[in-house]
C-alpha cells in the first residue's frame, strides 16, 4: 500500500537516527532524571525498564507495522485498515497529545538555550551550588525570557519542518545523535569521580520496594511511553517513511536499547552530583537545570563543557520536538490537502499558543490550577501518564487482535529479522494481552478507579 511517491528515509543509517533522535530527548536527560528522583530512584528504574521492553517493544513494533505497512498519516493508516470504524479515534488521541507534548516540551527546550547563552558567560560568575539554585528559579519563574525562548525554539522547528522529512530531520539526526553520545560518555566518567558518586549510584540503582506506589508505577508507565515516543502515532508516521528492507524488529530494539542507555547515562551523571552538592533528588522538573551546572562549575574548562552540554541538550530536543510535530504535520497535509508550508505553520502556532501559557505556568501563571496541577505540569502528567499508554492499549489491541495477520507476518518477516512465526506469536501475545492487561491493570490502580 505504500504508494510510491511519498518520501521515504534515504539510508539505514538515517532510519536508525532520525527514530532514536526522536526517541533520545529531553526524556531522558531531563525527564528521567527527575522523575527517577521525586521517585525513589532504583525501584523507578526498574519498573521503568519493564515497561519499555517487555511493553514498549512489542507496541513500537505495533507503531512500525501499521505506519509502514500503510505509508500514511495516523488518521490515514487507521481509515485504510479499519474503514469506518471507531479506532480511528486514537488518532485524535495521538494528535492532541502530540501537540501537548510539544508545548510544554519546548518550554524545556527553551531553557537549554538560555543556558547555552548563560554557559558562555560562565553563569554570571556565580559557582555555588545554592547560587546556581536561586538563579534558576528566578530564570524559570520570571515571564518574558521563558517565552521568548520557547517561541524561538518553535521557530527554529518551523524552520526544519517546512524542509521536509528527508533534507531536515534526517540530515540533522545523522549528525547529532552521535556527539550527544560521546559527551554524554565524558561526563559519566567525570561524575563517577565525585565524592558523592557512591551514594548517587545507589540512589540509581539499589531498588528500595518500600517506596514502590501504584503512583510510582503509573509514573514510570508514562515516563516509558514518553521516552520511546510511543502510543501517539509518532512512530506510526515515522516508520510510514521506512522503506521495505528497514528490519522492524530490529530497530525496535536498537530504539530502546539507545534509549534506555541514555536514561541510565544522564542518571549517572546527574545523581552522583545531587548528592554531592548537598541536593535534593526529589526537586522535579528543575532538578536537572539546578545540578547540571554545579558539575560544570567544579571542572576544568567549565565554561566550554557546559555550553557545549546545553547546546547538544537543545540539538537532542529538536529532534525529538520535530518528531512530534510531524505527526500533526503528515495529518494536515495527507487529510485536508494543505501545503506542508500551511500545516507546518498551524501546528507551530498551536504549540506557541499553548506553549507561551507552560512558560507562564512558572511565573505570573503560577496561581492558574488545571486538578490541582500548573498548566505546565497538567500538559506533562495528562499526555505522558494518560493518553500515551491509553493510545498505546488502543494500537496494541488493535494490531493484536483486529489486524490480518498474514500482515503482521509479512511486516516482520520480510525484514528477515525474524526468522520464525513462533517470535511473530510472542509479539502477537504480547499485543493481545500482556499489553492491554498490564496497562489497565495500573490504570485501575495508579488512577485509584479501583
Ligand atoms: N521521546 C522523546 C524524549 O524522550 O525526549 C519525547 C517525545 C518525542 C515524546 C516524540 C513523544 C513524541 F511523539
Not at 103 to 109: C, E, R
Amino acid at each position: 500500500m505504500n504508494n510510491g511517491q511519498r518520501t521515504q528515509f534515504a539510508t539505514r543509517l538515517g532510519v536508525i537516527a532520525t527514530t532514536v533522535g526522536s526517541a533520545v530527548g529531553l526524556g531522558n536527560i531531563w525527564r528521567f532524571p527527575y522523575e527517577a528522583g521525586v521517585h525513589g530512584g532504583g525501584a523507578f528504574l526498574l519498573i521503568d525498564l519493564f515497561f519499555i521492553f517487555i511493553i514498549g517493544v512489542p507496541v513500537v513494533c505495533a507503531e512500525f507495522i501499521i505506519g509502514r505497512h500503510t505509508g500514511s498519516n495516523i488518521r490515514g493508516a487507521f481509515r485504510s485498515l479499519a474503514p469506518g470504524k471507531a479506532w480511528g479515534w486514537v488518532s485524535y488521541i495521538g494528535i492532541t497529545a502530540s501537540i501537548l507534548i510539544l508545548s510544554f516540551y519546548s518550554v524545556v527546550a527553551g531553557w537549554t538555550l538560555e543556558y547555552t547563552r548563560r554557559s558562555v558567560s560562565g553563569f554570571g560568575g556565580i559557582t555555588t551550588p545554592e547560587g546556581l539554585h536561586d538563579q534558576f528559579d528566578t530564570y524559570a519563574s520570571s515571564d518574558i525570557g521563558p517565552v521568548i525562548w520557547t517561541l524561538v525554539f518553535l521557530a527554529a522547528n518551523y524552520i526544519i519542518l517546512v524542509r521536509g522529512v528527508q533534507k531536515g530531520i534526517e540530515k540533522m539526526s545523522n549528525i547529532l545523535m552521535p556527539m550527544l553520545f560521546i559527551i554524554l560518555i565524558i561526563f559519566v566518567a567525570n561524575s563517577l569521580m565525585m565524592p558523592g558518586a557512591a551514594e548517587g549510584l545507589k540512589f540509581l540503582f539499589m531498588p528500595d520496594f518500600s517506596k514502590v506506589t501504584p503512583t510510582v508505577v503509573l509514573s514510570a508507565m508514562g515516563q516509558a511511553f514518553f521516552s520511546l515516543s510511543l502510543g501517539l502515532g509518532c512512530l506510526i508516521t515515522y516508520s510510514s517513511y521506512f522503506t521495505k528492507s528497514t528490519p522492524l524488529v530490529r530497530t525496535a530494539f536498537i530504539t530502546a536499547g539507545l534509549d534506555t542507555f541514555v536514561a541510565i547515562l544522564a542518571g549517572i551523571i546527574i545523581f552522583p552530583a545531587v548528592f554531592t552538592f548537598g541536593q535534593e533528588p526529589a526537586a522535579g522538573p528543575k532538578l536537572v537545570f539546578e545540578v547540571l551546572p554545579s558539575i560544570f562549575m567544579h571542572i576544568g574548562g567549565g565554561v566550554f563543557w557546559s555550553t557545549l552540554f546545553f547546546f547538544l541538550l537543545f540539538l537532542a530536543s529538536i529532534t525529538s520536538t520535530i518528531s512530534m510535530a510531524e505527526i500533526s504535520i503528515a495529518y494536515f497535509t495527507e487529510e485536508f490537502r494543505l501545503s506542508r508550508r500551511t500545516s507546518t505553520a498551524l501546528t507551530i502556532g498551536i504549540a506557541m499558543f499553548l506553549g507561551t501559557l507552560c512558560a507562564l505556568s512558572f511565573g505570573s501563571l503560577n496561581w492558574l490550577k488545571v486538578f490541582g496541577m500548573t498548566i505546565f505540569n497538567f500538559f506533562d502528567y495528562f499526555s505522558s501518564n494518560i493518553l500515551l499508554p491509553v493510545g498505546g492499549m488502543i494500537i496494541s489491541l488493535f494490531v493484536g487482535w483486529i489486524l490480518d495477520r498474514g500482515i503482521i507476518r509479512r511486516e516482520l518477516l520480510g525484514s528477515r529479522q525474524i526468522r520464525n512465526t513462533f517470535n511473530v506469536s510472542i509479539i502477537v501475545f504480547c499485543l493481545r494481552w500482556l499489553a492491554p492487561v498490564c496497562i489497565g491493570l495500573v490504570f485501575i490502580f495508579g488512577l485509584g478507579i479501583f
